[in-house]
C-alpha cells in the first residue's frame, strides 16, 4: 500500500478536479460519508453525536457527517468556526444549517449539553500549519477519546510526521486520541510514524475515487510527483498484513526458491562473529539467516572463540576468521553472496573487518557494533554502497547522523514537522546505502529517494536482547538468496514483526527464527 505525503495527497486532488471528472463538493461528500458509513457500522444504533467542525475542508467533512447521521436518526449537535472556510466547506456549512444550529466552537458550548455516544473531531486535517490554540486548544484537550472518531487524524497531528505539533515528540501526557480514525485514499506517514497510531487508534482508509489520479502521480522518478519525492510503500499495517492477499503474495514472491536447485544457488551468508564469551547475538542472527533459506550459512568468529559455536544448529558452518586478510581470502568465494557484522562482534574488531568486507561489494548488513565502529571514524563510511543494509535503531542512528537525529529532538513548532522518514532518507541519501531506522515505526529508506515504513507498535515484546540479532540474521540471509537490499531490510522488518506477533508476550530472542517455519507456511511460501 502507498503512504502519501499531504502535499502528494493535495496534488492529486486538485489534479483529480482539474480534470473535470470529479469536484471538490462531491470529493468532500465522499469522505463524508465514508466517515459517516463507519460510525454506522462501529455504532448501528442511532444515538447523540457532537461534530466539531474547523475552519477549512476537514469542518467541511464534519458538516457532510452531521447530516447524513442525522438523516440516519442520530440527534447531532454541531460546533464550528466563523469565518471563511473555503467554497467547498461553505456549501457544506450551509447545507447544515437548514437542518441545524451551528454553535461556536468554544469550552463553553462543548460544556453546555453532554457530549453525547461520540464526538467527531474534523477540526484540523492535512491543512495543520501550527500547534492549535486558544479556545480550539481547549475544546480539544476536553474531547473523550474513547468515544472520539476522528475525520483524517485527532487534530493536532501532524501527519507527515506522527509529532503533535507544538509537544515534545515522546510521552503522550494530555495527548488527543480517537477510537477511530478515518482517512481518505491512502495513510499518510503520521498515521503511522511516532504518536500516530497511539493517537489515532483504529484507522481505517476509505477510498474516495482518487485511485486513478494517485496511480498517474506514481508513475515515473521522483521529477514526476508532485512533491519531488517518490512514492513510499506501506510495507506492512500491523493487523491487516497477514490478511492481505497482495501482501502475501509480495512477500511469497520474494521467498520463492526455485527448483530443482543447489544449496549454493539459496545462496551463502557469512555471519561474523565476536570473541571468547561474545557469541549468542551472532549465532541468534545465523540461525536466522538459516531459517529465511539462505542454502549455506557460515559463522566466523576469531579461531580462539570457535569452540563456542560448537552446539546447535547443525545446519551451520563454523570457520575462523582472525583478521582482515582471513576475511578476504573467505570472500574469494563468489558463492558468499551476503555478509553480516556487527552483533556481539566488538568495535575493534568490526573496524578491523570492516574494510574487507565492504571492499568486496558484497551484500553487507551492518549492525550493532559496526554501526558503533562506523560512527567513530568517517574513513570507514566512506567505503558504504548501494548494498549495504545499515540498521541503526535511535541511539545507533544518534551517533552515526548527530545532526539529523537533533533535528528529531526539538519541539516541532510548525508542520510539516522533521519526521523519522525525513532523517532516514537523507541519511540514506548521505551515506549512499540502505538505511533502516529500527523502532515500533521502522523506517526503511534507499539512496534514491525510495522508502517504506513499517509500524509494529502492536508488538512491543520485540524490544528485547537479541532481536536486533535476528533481524540482521534475516536481512543477511535473504540477500544472500538474491533479494535486492532495500527488499531484504522489507521483507525482514515484516518476517520479524509476524513471528513476534504469533509469539506474543514472553517472547525472547532465540524463538524468533524458530517461528519461522509456520509464518512462512502461513504466507504460502
Ligand atoms: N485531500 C483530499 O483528497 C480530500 C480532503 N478532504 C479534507 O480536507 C482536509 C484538508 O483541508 P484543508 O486543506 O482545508 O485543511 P484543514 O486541515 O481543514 O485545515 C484548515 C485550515 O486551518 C488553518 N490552520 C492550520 N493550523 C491551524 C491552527 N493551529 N489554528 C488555526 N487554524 C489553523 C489552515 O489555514 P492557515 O491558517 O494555515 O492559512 C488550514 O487551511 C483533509 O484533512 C480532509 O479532511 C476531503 O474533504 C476531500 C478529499
Ligand atoms: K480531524
Not at 567513530?376 to 548501494?386: K, P
Not at 541503526?392 to 516541532?412: C, I, K
Request: charged share 20%; net charge positive; with cysteine.
Amino acid at each position: 500500500m502507498e503512504i502519501l505525503s499531504t502535499a502528494q495527497m493535495r496534488a492529486i486532488e486538485s489534479e483529480a478536479m482539474t480534470s473535470g471528472a470529479i469536484t471538490g463538493p462531491q470529493l468532500m461528500e465522499r469522505a463524508g460519508a465514508a466517515v459517516a458509513g463507519q460510525i454506522r457500522l462501529a455504532w448501528p444504533k442511532a444515538g447523540r453525536a457532537t461534530v466539531l467542525c474547523g475552519p477549512g475542508n476537514n469542518g467541511g467533512d464534519g458538516y457532510v457527517i452531521a447530516l447524513l447521521l442525522r438523516r440516519a436518526g442520530w440527534r447531532v449537535r454541531v460546533l464550528g468556526c466563523d469565518g471563511d472556510p473555503g467554497p467547498d466547506a461553505a456549501e457544506m456549512r450551509r447545507r447544515w444549517r437548514q437542518a441545524g444550529p451551528v454553535l461556536p466552537l468554544t469550552p463553553q458550548a462543548f460544556l453546555a449539553a453532554p457530549p453525547g455516544d461520540i464526538c467527531v473531531d474534523a477540526v484540523f486535517g492535512t491543512g495543520l500549519t501550527r500547534p492549535p490554540a486558544r479556545e480550539i486548544a481547549q475544546v480539544l484537550a476536553l474531547l473523550p477519546g474513547e468515544d472520539v472518531v476522528a475525520v483524517d487524524c485527532p487534530s493536532g497531528l501532524c501527519l507527515d510526521s506522527g509529532v503533535l505539533l507544538g509537544r515534545p515528540r515522546a510521552g503522550d501526557a494530555g495527548m488527543p486520541r480517537a477510537r477511530l480514525t478515518v482517512a481518505f485514499d491512502s495513510p499518510k506517514p503520521g498515521h503511522l510514524l511516532g504518536l500516530g497510531p497511539a493517537v489515532c487508534g483504529r484507522l481505517v482508509i476509505a477510498d474516495i475515487g482518487l485511485g486513478p489520479w494517485r496511480q498517474t502521480a506514481a508513475r515515473g522518478g521522483p521529477e514526476d510527483r508532485p512533491d519531488g519525492r517518490p512514492g513510499l510503500v506501506a510495507i506492512a499495517q500491523p493487523a491487516t498484513a497477514p490478511r492481505d492477499g497482495a501482501a502475501r503474495s509480495g512477500l511469497r514472491a520474494l521467498l520463492a526458491k526455485h527448483s530443482p536447485a543447489h544449496k549454493f544457488s539459496h545462496g551463502h551468508a557469512l555471519i561474523l562473529a565476536g570473541g571468547v564469551g561474545a557469541g549468542g547475538a551472532a549465532r541468534l542472527a545465523a540461525r536466522a539467516a538459516l531459517r529465511i533459506g539462505a542454502g549455506l550459512v557460515t559463522i566466523g568468529p576469531p579461531a580462539e572463540a570457535l569452540a563456542e559455536h560448537a552446539g546447535p544448529p547443525d545446519a551451520l558452518m563454523r570457520r575462523a576468521v582472525d583478521a582482515a586478510p582471513d576475511l578476504s581470502a573467505m570472500l574469494g568465494d563468489a558463492r558468499l553472496r551476503a555478509i553480516c557484522i556487527g552483533p556481539g562482534c566488538g568495535t575493534r574488531r568490526a573496524a578491523a573487518l570492516l574494510p574487507a568486507a565492504l571492499g568486496s561489494g558484497r551484500p553487507c548488513v551492518l549492525d550493532a557494533d559496526a554501526l558503533t565502529a562506523l560512527a567513530a571514524d568517517a574513513d570507514l563510511a566512506a567505503g558504504l554502497h548501494a548494498a549495504c543494509v545499515l540498521t541503526p535503531h535511535a541511539g545507533e542512528f544518534a551517533r552515526l547522523f548527530p545532526d539529523l537525529a537533533a533535528r528529531l529532538d526539538a519541539v516541532p513548532a510548525r508542520g510539516p514537522a522533521v519526521s523519522r522518514l525525513d532523517v532516514a532518507r537523507e541519511a540514506a541519501a548521505r551515506c549512499g546505502a540502505v538505511v533502516l531506522l529500527k523502532g515500533p515505526d521502522s523506517v526503511i529508506a534507499v539512496p534514491d529517494g525510495r522508502a517504506m515504513i513499517h509500524s509494529a507498535v502492536d508488538v512491543p515484546w520485540l524490544a528485547t536482547a537479541g532481536s536486533g540479532d535476528s533481524l540482521a540474521g534475516l536481512i543477511a540471509g535473504a540477500m544472500a538468496r538474491g533479494v535486492a537490499p532495500c527488499d531484504a531490510a522489507g521483507l525482514a522488518v515484516i518476517l520479524h514483526a509476524m513471528a513476534a506477533r504469533s509469539i506474543g508476550a514472553g517472547l525472547i530472542a532465540d524463538d524468533i527464527p524458530d517461528r519461522l517455519p509456520a509464518i512462512l507456511r502461513g504466507i504460502g511460501a
